[in-house]
Nanobody, 123 residues
Framework: QVQLVESGGGLVQTGGSLRLSCAAS????????MAWFRQAPGKEREFVGA???????YYANSVKGRYTVSRDNAQNMVYLQMNSLKPEDTAVYYC?????????????????WGQGTQVTVSS
């Protein structure tokens, strides 16, 4: 079992930055793949970015060059640095963990989810 708790969401103006954090507990953290998803009202959950146990990353085209996923295996933490934020980035952001290795953008491939943190970008 893996427990995930996100933090760091809030209200920011267009062009601003936020850093989300995800604290993981339970199973050995360094051996699992982690990802961030987001869900806006009335829309499906959308892949944002993922990071493997070794630090390889994979991003959605919509955030590539603006967002960075990183992890600290010693602290059991995953981060999402979001820069140049746009109103269309407004959503609830979720941290997710996959119990086997490999990066994927399919939410159905992730076994554990956090409760989400709201990010609102004002125009």
């Amino acid at each position: 079992q893996v427990q995930l708790v996100e933090s760091g969401g809030g209200l920011v103006q267009t062009g601003g930055s936020l850093r989300l954090s995800c604290a993981a507990s339970g199973r050995t953290f360094s051996s699992i793949s982690m990802a961030w998803f987001r869900q806006a009202p009335g829309k499906e959950r959308e892949f944002v970015g993922a990071i493997s146990w070794s630090g390889s990353t994979y991003y959605a085209n919509s955030v590539k060059g603006r967002y960075t996923v990183s992890r600290d295996n010693a602290q059991n933490m995953v981060y999402l640095q979001m820069n140049s934020l746009k109103p269309e980035d407004t959503a609830v952001y979720y941290c997710a963990a996959r119990s086997i290795r490999g990066l994927t953008r399919n939410p159905g491939d992730y076994d554990y989810w956090g409760q989400g943190t709201q990010v609102t970008v004002s125009s």
